[in-house]
Each structure stands twice: as C-alpha cells, then as structure tokens.
C-alpha cells in the first residue's frame, strides 16, 4: 500500500524533515536539515514544502504527519508537535509520535537479544535514558520508557534494571547515544560492567521516519488534538539549593514514588500505546476521550517522572461501580502498580458510598484473576463466547464483584 510520511526531528539543534514514500518501487527517502535551534519554527514549514516540491509530491498526497516527540529541547519539541499538529489537522491527516529515544536506538542495523541502553545528553549533568529491544517478530519493544538521571548514576541504573528483570540476563547490553561523547568517564564505566559501548547515536527524521511507517501500518496514528511533546524534566532549570535538596534528574528515576492522578487528554496517546501492547483487541481513541468527557467515569494514571505506565477507567451506575479497563505497560508489570491502580479506584468507590463492584476478565488471564480474589473479588458466572480472540475464535468472560459492605466489616 503506498503511503507517504513527512517527518519532523527538532529535539536537538538540528531541524531536520525526511519525506519517505512508500511505493510499488521500494521505500525512498529524501530529507533536509539545517542547524540552529533558534528558528526551528521559521525553517519547518519552507523546508517541508522544499521537500514536496523536490519530490514532486503534492501536500494532499501525505498519508500522515510523523515527528520526534522528545524527550530532548524543550523549544525544539514545542515546535515539532505544533507544526506537526497545524499540518494534520489542516490536511485531515493522523499524527505519529516517535520517541526520540527510540530513533536513535533504531539508527543502526538492530539486533535480536539485544538491550540497547539508549543515552542523551540532557546538560546539567544530567542524561535522558531507556531502554529498548527488537525482534524480527515483534519490530522495537519498549523495556524501559525513557527518564532523566544524573550521568553519574547511569551504570547503577542499567544494573538495577537487570537485577529487576526488565533488562534479561540473557540480553547483551549494548550502550548508544550521545552522552558518551559528553560524558567520556561513562566508557570505562560502561565497560567496567563488560557491557558494550556503542555508536554515539541520535534521533533523526529519517529513523523517525521509518518508525512512523511501521506505527502507521499497525493503525497507531491519532488525532492532532492528542498529540504531545514527552517531557521527561519537569522543569527546565533547578536553583543550586532545590538541587542540593536532590531535586533535579539525579534521584528521580531510581528513587521517585508512584503517582496516580486523574487522566487527562495528553495522556491519551501514552495510554492508547500500552493499551495496544497489552490487549489484542484494545480500546480505541474515541471509548477514552468519551469516558473522559462523561463525569460518570473515573479515568485514573500511574506515573513517574510523568511518563504513563499504567491506567485504569472505572464507570459508576446508581447501584454499583464497573471497572472497565486497567493496564499496565509489560515492562512495568509485576511491580505492584496494578495493586496501587485498584487501592485507588476502592477509594473512590467508598468515597462514594457505593457498596458493589464488578468486573469481567478473560478466562484464560489467571494473573489477573489470582489478584483480584486477593481483594476478595468473587466469581458470580460466566458470559459464553464474550472476548473476540484470533481466527474467529472466541473467550468466555469470568464475572466477578466485591461487596465493600462485607469488606469493611471483615
């Protein structure tokens, strides 16, 4: 199927568009760039439409708007999502958002059972960091989502992470990114630990590119309005006496609690992304913008450093609450935030003096039935044939319910 992707990748210095058209021919790539981050927003537009017009390729003819949604500049990623937005919704146009990260980690050959620790030069000291595999199956697999440490930290990070599991044991540790150039101590630091020092990859629009096409092709594209930089600092610059009080990068990605808060409409598309990796047949755009606008709803986030890693959406009737939906990012499962998604929604529930949950799960997940019983959630019946699952085959549907009644007076 032919498609063609304008990109965008402004998270550094560099402004940069790739035009990639796929066609009965092949894939081919043209693109611009131009350095100095301070007109990112006069360049973008005459350089997207230098690369139509030298493509001989009319605006109308794009399949979609893709670009590099950070972490990285703030300036820089503020300009690509607006211009991103602005040329989608006057086309009519889906946007893809790629992490910036995850750009650079695909700028080479990608090999299977390989962890590539991907790490960027933030300043201050400081480095963006995640952690990302791929397979021939499966394309890239998210296995860390990307945070801010102090560089000093990124050894103890990358270990800490194998020792938890999220990185496997059996995957070589390759390193990449500019923060070894910055940081020259990190090299030996690296090799200390027999982990391997890679190329001093970023982001480009033409990775970017070839990311956003594979996203398109697997239906991921979303509105403009939901579109968002993803910001992993949550201010720009902290004073020396915040910093010496361990605010800044340097303790949050080891050491910062949890946090749930209401879901907003720039946490969308971060829940859509977990949604689509977790349910083979996931809820789409519209079902969660809609709860969001019912007040009937409870639509509820995990995070840390503000990046989504988890979400729950509860649906209040006049005699009971139904948990409709809770997920969990696989990287992130089997470390309790499933258990601190459900504590949150049976608070809102006896803040609403409602004495009867239910739910329903597929048959076959007896992870999340085991749990739920541990909250003294009771089988009531069976729906036949509910949950669609491959080939035209279907799952039954286990109903379960939880009397906050007899939960308070046990």
């Known amino acids: 199927m ?19 058209s796929r066609t009965p021919a092949g894939i081919s790539l043209v693109g611009l760039s131009h350095e100095g981050s301070g007109d990112h927003a006069e360049r973008l537009l005459p350089m997207a439409e230098q690369l139509l017009e030298q493509a001989g390729l009319d605006r109308q003819a794009l399949s979609a708007i893709a670009f590099g949604q950070g972490p990285g500049g703030f300036t820089g990623l503020r300009v690509a ?20 990260l995850l750009a650079a980690a695909a700028s080479g050959s990608p090999v299977e059972n390989t962890a590539y620790v991907v790490a960027q030069d933030a300043r201050m000291q400081e480095v963006y960091a995640a952690v990302y595999s791929w397979s021939a199956q499966t394309a890239w697999t998210v296995q860390q989502s990307p945070v801010l440490l102090d560089a000093a930290q990124l050894t103890d990070w ?57 996203d398109l092709d697997q239906g991921k594209g979303i509105a403009p309005d939901l579109a968002m930089p993803l910001y992993v600092r949550e201010k720009v610059a902290y004073t020396i006496s915040e910093r010496e009080q361990g605010l800044g990068g340097n303790p949050a990605a ?9 879901m907003q ?25 809609d709860a969001l606008g019912n007040t009937a709803y409870c639509c509820r986030i995990i995070h ?5 890693q988890g979400y729950a959406i509860w649906l209040q009737t006049p005699d009971m609450i139904e948990l409709l939906l809770i997920g969990v990012a696989p990287e992130q499962q089997r470390q309790g935030l499933a258990r601190q998604l459900l504590d949150d929604g049976l608070q ?16 076959s997940n007896a992870a999340a039935i085991g749990l739920y019983e541990k909250y003294g959630f009771k089988p009531d019946g069976v729906r036949k044939n509910y949950y669609p699952f491959k080939e035209g085959v279907r799952e039954d549907a286990v109903l379960m319910s939880l009397s906050l009644a007899d939960k308070a007076e046990a």
């Open 304 to 308: 840390k450093q503000g990046q989504v």
């Open 158 to 214: 990358i270990a800490r992470l194998q020792a938890e599991g999220v990185i496997a044991r059996h995957q070589q540790i390759l390193v990449v990114g500019d923060a070894l150039q910055q940081f020259p101590d990190l090299t030996s630091a690296v090799r200390a630990h027999d982990w391997q020092v890679g190329p001093a990859w970023r982001a480009t629009s033409a990775s970017v590119a070839r990311l956003a096409l594979h």
């Open 2 to 20: 032919d498609a063609h992707i304008l990109a965008l990748e402004t998270s550094s210095n560099l402004c940069e568009l790739t035009l990639l």
């Open 348 to 363: 809102w529930a006896r803040q609403r003096a409602v004495e009867r949950l239910v739910l329903e799960v597929r048959a």
């Open 81 to 100: 999502c607006g211009v991103a937005q602005g040329m989608a919704f006057a086309l009519g146009l889906p946007v893809l958002p790629v992490s910036s």
């Open 254 to 262: 080891l050491d910062q609690p949890w946090q749930i808060e209401a």
């Open 265 to 289: 409409p720039g946490h969308v598309s971060a829940v859509l992304d977990i949604e689509r990796r977790v349910e083979s047949h996931p809820w789409t755009a519209g079902n969660v913008t």
